[in-house]
């Protein structure tokens, strides 16, 4: 690959991250989400798991920010499915970041589907692990990055760590994704035509 010259303009893909959606009647199909981000001009659209991961470069829908796009995702899911999702939305050098700066590379390694990465429409607190601390029990929690990681040693569903004690630590509303998710989108983001 060309490494972009001064002054080019450089087109990234996005990783989309659909909050609480496929649980609880909140259906949105990984197929439709596809589908939906074509007609609202994202273009190439891939989904992992079906539990509102999306990525998709910027296409003809006049995107030009993550916040663009949440913007535009979070619309038109609400006009097509009725679901009032938010939206948190990473660009691939983000995601990469994320990736890369992983704090806890030992879960990562051992139990991939134990380690979640929580992330926000803005950044988490830089204190949310500090005052995660009463809620722990095996768990362990560490802020980088922008994004809250947390390692569910005995699974998340033993967790004492609910959306709402997240949220309040986090300062802002998360969503988790397990460190396999997180890598495939990664993959599918760094694989995104420009």
């Given at each position: 690959?060309?490494?972009?010259?001064?002054?080019?303009v450089?087109?990234?893909a996005?990783?989309?991250?659909?909050?609480?959606?496929?649980?609880?009647?909140?259906?949105?199909?990984?197929?439709?989400l596809?589908?939906?981000?074509?007609?609202?001009?994202?273009?190439?659209?891939?989904?992992?798991v079906?539990?509102?991961?999306?990525?998709v470069g910027?296409?003809?829908?006049g995107?030009?920010?993550?916040?663009?796009?949440?913007?535009?995702?979070?619309?038109?899911v609400a006009?097509r499915?009725?679901?009032?999702?938010?939206?948190?939305?990473?660009?691939t050098?983000?995601?990469?970041?994320?990736?890369?700066?992983?704090?806890?590379?030992?879960?990562?390694?051992d139990?991939?589907?134990?380690l979640?990465?929580?992330?926000?429409?803005?950044?988490?607190?830089p204190d949310?692990?500090?005052?995660?601390?009463p809620?722990?029990?095996?768990?362990?929690?560490?802020?980088a990055?922008?994004?809250?990681?947390?390692?569910?040693?005995?699974?998340?569903?033993r967790?004492?760590l609910?959306?709402?004690?997240l949220?309040?630590?986090?300062?802002t509303?998360?969503?988790?994704?397990?460190w396999?998710t997180?890598t495939?989108?990664?993959?599918?983001?760094?694989?995104?035509?420009?």
């Amino acid at each position: 690959m060309v490494p972009p010259s001064p002054g080019d303009v450089v087109v990234t893909a996005y990783a989309c991250l659909l909050f609480a959606v496929n649980v609880g009647g909140r259906k949105v199909p990984s197929t439709a989400l596809r589908d939906l981000a074509g007609e609202l001009g994202l273009a190439h659209a891939r989904t992992v798991v079906n539990s509102g991961n999306l990525v998709v470069g910027p296409g003809s829908s006049g995107a030009s920010s993550p916040a663009d796009v949440a913007r535009l995702l979070h619309d038109g899911v609400a006009e097509r499915f009725g679901v009032d999702a938010a939206v948190a939305v990473l660009t691939t050098e983000r995601l990469r970041k994320i990736v890369r700066g992983n704090p806890l590379p030992d879960d990562a390694a051992d139990r991939p589907a134990g380690l979640l990465v929580h992330v926000g429409e803005e950044p988490v607190d830089p204190d949310a692990a500090a005052a995660l601390g009463p809620c722990l029990t095996t768990e362990r929690a560490v802020v980088a990055n922008g994004v809250l990681y947390v390692a569910y040693p005995d699974g998340v569903g033993r967790s004492r760590l609910t959306a709402a004690v997240l949220a309040k630590a986090a300062g802002t509303p998360v969503t988790g994704r397990n460190w396999r998710t997180t890598t495939r989108l990664l993959a599918l983001a760094e694989d995104t035509p420009p």
